[in-house]
């Protein structure tokens, strides 16, 4: 059974950083394209970052510069380090695990930015 675990969300200040943090058990990590996405209260889900079994990574426009993806393989986690938060950053924060054309998601972790 494949589980995503995620944690280190939180409430921050304008321009604060948080650190979120991914766990994936029960598959092959290693050959994962994993991903983080957000969802706004009223707003659909949208893809921020993801990084791929090689360590390419993209951004959606708003995050770059500001957010950074990374993988840990030992540890079967993903990071994702955001800076210079604004509070429009504001949302429950998703990880996502694309293996073999199947996707699984973790339940979330909340990240509120106050001005």
């Known amino acids: 059974q494949v589980q995503l675990v995620e944690s280190g969300g939180g409430l921050v200040q304008t321009g604060g950083s948080l650190r979120l943090s991914c766990t994936t058990s029960?598959?092959?990590?290693?050959?994962?394209?994993m991903g983080w996405f957000r969802q706004a209260p009223g707003k659909q889900r949208e893809w921020v970052a993801l990084?791929?079994?090689?360590?390419?990574?993209n951004y959606v426009d708003s995050v770059k510069g500001r957010f950074t993806i990374s993988r840990d393989n030992a540890r079967n986690t993903i990071y994702l380090q955001m800076n210079s938060l604004k509070p429009e950053d504001t949302a429950v924060y998703y990880c996502?695990?694309?293996?073999?054309?199947?996707?699984?998601w973790g339940q979330g972790t909340q990240v509120t930015v106050s001005s």
């Open positions: 996502k695990a694309s293996i073999v054309r199947r996707d699984y």
């Open positions: 029960g598959t092959n990590f290693r050959v994962a394209t």
């Open positions: 990084i791929t079994s090689g360590g390419t990574t």
